[in-house]
């Protein structure tokens, strides 16, 4: 997973360690990053950042379908 930040924010990918995370700068998870996926999921769900591919372009989320039929409704 990498994200882009949208906002400056600190997190602690360990509980531990307190780091700055940058507005516009990419994070992946992998690798020595101090990223994880959870800290990385938190700041996507808080609207902090916003995950991106290889190629640092946002991902689309695929809308979740609806449980109710879709069948128009009768008058």
């Not at 882009?4 to 507005?23: F, I, R, T, W």
């Not at 991106?52 to 069948?71: C, G, L, R, Y």
Request: aromatic share 4%; glycine share 4%.
């Amino acid at each position: 997973m990498r994200i882009q930040m949208l906002k400056d924010a600190k997190g602690s990918p360990d509980g531990v360690n307190v780091h700055s995370y940058e507005e516009d700068e990419i994070y992946p998870t992998e690798g020595l990053a101090p990223m994880t996926d959870e800290l990385a999921r938190v700041f996507v769900e808080a609207e902090l950042a916003i995950e991106v591919d290889e190629d640092n372009k946002p991902v689309e989320k695929q809308a979740k379908k609806s449980k109710k039929s879709e069948a128009p409704k009768e008058e």
